[in-house]
């Protein structure tokens, strides 16, 4: 630390981000990103933008915005975009948490991160012994909930009856409800919006649409609240969406069938590896998103994923009270779970 940082962030502990290993090929299922490359239609898209480069990308967002607002059924006053669904929490903790946040023990770890960040203090509601959100904890907090549905690293999803009742019993508080991993099973929250003026639907191109590496996130909600994020954002980057990731995301929601495709296929290798993984002893959550959550009776989780890693496959293990037994694997490719398989079968047979 420098001696001209403000010392209001002395005490701040950035988000730790799972490796991008440069050296070694890995196969890697630590970051929940898709084994799929975009539709080929954004390259043909992104290619044609280059030569715009030179010009500032529009602030309004508006060719990834209306086609956006078009598939959701609602106006493009009511969608927002961002750099990366963390941009748009980002604005949420900054700008719509003055009486604090409410969140799980155990969800995103960029929440109690932002909240630390702008300042904002947080309650902590811890999950059930089995993971699952009890739905009545999140009654009356007076504050803004966050969840992730699916929540991450759990994968288990609240049904729209049960975020209705959270909507219900808090009229005056934001609900933010996060659906990173909404497309591979959930049930979205935006058919609520109509009802609910105080919820915020975040999502992101990262997982489903295989555009990590172009930061795009969006957010679905009354025109008032998407008003008041423009505030933020044009108060601090009115170019936070670059020209090359427009053009990638209005390319990537054309192509329709490319993206159900790829879910599906998220999907049933989902499904397969959890029945195989139950095969070999395993505990798996009921996941609801693009990674399985798992643990094993006789082996701890650090050595579950140094052997894995010594293979050449990347695990996310979190060493965290409650979780520190478990793994969060990404669904890969059909052969890269087969390859995650072999070496766990091996592996847990010699334990027995
Ligand atoms: C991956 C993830 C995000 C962040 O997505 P970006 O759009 O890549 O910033 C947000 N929330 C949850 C729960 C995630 O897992």
Redesign the pocket.
């Known amino acids: 630390m420098s001696k001209f940082l403000n010392t209001i962030y002395n005490r701040l502990s950035p988000y730790t981000p799972g490796e991008q290993p440069q050296g070694r090929q890995y196969i890697k299922l630590n970051t ?1 990103e898709s084994p799929f490359p975009p539709s080929p239609l954004v390259e043909v898209e992104v290619t044609k933008e280059i030569e715009k480069l030179n010009l500032y990308s529009d602030p309004l967002c508006k060719s990834v915005i209306h086609p956006l607002a078009q598939a959701v059924r609602m106006k493009p006053e009511n969608v927002f975009v961002g750099n ?4 748009i ?1 980002a604005f949420c903790f900054q700008g719509f948490c003055e009486k604090g946040a409410a969140f799980a023990d155990l969800t ?1 770890g ?1 929440y109690p991160v932002y909240a630390q960040l702008y300042g904002v203090e947080a309650e902590i509601i811890p999950l059930q012994e089995d993971f699952c959100i009890h739905v009545p904890d999140y009654y009356a907090k007076n504050k803004t909930i966050f969840i ?1 549905n699916p929540n ?1 690293p759990t994968g288990l999803a609240l049904d729209l009856e049960q975020l209705e009742q959270i909507l219900s019993r808090n009229p005056s508080s934001l609900v933010v409800i ?1 659906e ?2 909404v497309d591979f099973g959930a049930q979205s929250a935006i058919t609520l919006l109509n009802r609910f003026q105080n919820l915020l639907v975040v999502g ?4 489903s649409r295989s555009l ?1 590496g172009a ?3 969006y957010a679905v909600g009354s025109q008032d609240i998407i008003a008041d994020l423009n505030r933020l954002k044009f108060s601090f980057n009115p170019y936070n969406v670059n020209r090359l990731t427009l053009a990638a995301g209005a390319a990537s929601l054309q192509d329709k069938a490319y993206f159900s495709s790829c879910c599906k296929q998220i999907i049933n290798t989902r499904e397969f590896t959890i029945e195989s993984l139950k095969k070999l002893g395993f505990i798996c959550t009921n996941s609801k998103a693009n990674f399985v959550f798992v643990s094993h009776p006789s082996c701890t989780g650090e050595e579950l994923y140094h052997h894995l890693r010594e293979n050449g496959i990347l695990v996310r293990w979190f060493d965290l009270p409650r979780i520190d037994d478990y793994l969060r694997i990404t669904i890969g490719t059909q052969k890269d779970m087969e390859a995650l398989l072999s070496v766990l079968a091996i592996y847990v047979q010699n334990k027995e």
């Open positions: 929940n990366g669904s963390d941009e929490l995103y960029f992730a991450a996060d990173a991993y992101t191109f990262s997982k990590a930061r795009l996130g």
